[in-house]
């Protein structure tokens, strides 16, 4: 792959309003389409002036959004306090009003010109059950008739959880057996959870987005590539082979000075992978 189909999470931005400014520097490394990380207070769906602002940010600098993750927290202090948003809770009012936030941002997205949702199945440290999978279908298939609807598509991510293990993903949605659902592969998730290029391969024909961030193997650091003991050039060779041509979404935390992160980031991406 001579030339990378680079993208961007808005993650980086995670504690902010995502702003003008913010948009400038994602231009400036060379980056014009985002995933944009629907939570408040970086992204607040909740107010129209919010979205008005965005689609004209976005028009005046020639950039996109291609994608919208889901909230899997209502505002970062009510995450911060261990409350999330989760279509398998227990609690029936509780994945009710998940499936409420959900569907707020999934309105949005024909507005920006996404096409794709990522998706979180359960909270942060759901264990796996059938039970608790019963519980996301219950209310997870409440979004397709929306999904329909607005002509968008679903791609559930791996994260590093027994109940989002890749193997479980894969078995929903081959049980969901709906165009409209897939897979998310989190490059850095599944070097938690086993190695990244076999993982590449067990999603092919229901790969809709990927995330890419670095690692040592033991805690999702969300590292530039590089820094970490991923093998790219064997995951960008993987992707390459079943045939994978989306956007490769650089979903990273910022560490130390920002002219230090965007530094790697620019390097990253000049990288002859």
């Known amino acids: 792959m001579e030339s990378l189909n680079w993208g961007l999470s808005t993650h980086l931005f995670v504690y902010q309003p995502l702003s003008a400014e913010a948009l ?3 231009k ?3 980056i014009q389409q985002i995933e944009l990380w629907g939570m408040r207070p970086h992204f607040d769906y909740m107010d129209a002036q919010t979205v008005t602002r965005l689609k004209a940010d976005l028009a005046q600098r020639g950039m996109r959004v291609y994608a919208v993750h889901a909230p899997f927290y209502a505002h970062v202090e009510q995450l ?6 989760s279509l398998c809770a227990d609690n029936p009012a509780q994945r009710e009003q ?5 569907g707020m941002v ?3 997205l024909p507005q920006l010109g996404a096409k794709t949702l990522i998706l979180h199945v359960g909270g942060l440290h759901d264990e796996f059950s059938s039970p608790r999978i019963e519980l996301f279908k219950e209310s997870g298939l409440k979004l397709l008739p929306q999904l329909e609807r607005l002509d968008l598509k679903l791609a559930l991510e791996n994260i590093a959880t027994p109940l989002s293990a890749l193997s479980n993903l894969i078995a929903l949605v081959r049980e969901i057996n709906s165009p409209r659902v897939g897979l998310c592969l989190d490059i850095g998730h599944a070097n938690l959870q086993g190695r990244p290029g ?14 890419l961030s670095d690692n040592d193997g033991q805690s999702d650091q969300h590292l530039v590539p590089g820094e970490g003991n991923i093998p790219w050039p064997e995951v960008i060779r993987r992707l390459d082979k079943i045939g994978f041509n989306g956007p490769l979404t650089l979903e990273l935390r910022q560490y130390g000075d920002w002219a230090v992160t965007k530094e790697k980031i620019v390097k990253c991406l000049k990288y002859k992978f």
């Open 24 to 26: 400038d520097t994602i």
């Open 198 to 211: 076999e993982a590449i391969e067990r999603c092919a024909g229901s790969l809709l987005a990927v995330h």
């Open 80 to 85: 911060k306090q261990g409350r999330e948003i």
């Open 106 to 108: 999934m309105e949005l």
């Open 98 to 102: 998940s499936r409420q936030h959900i």
């Open 28 to 30: 400036d490394m060379g």
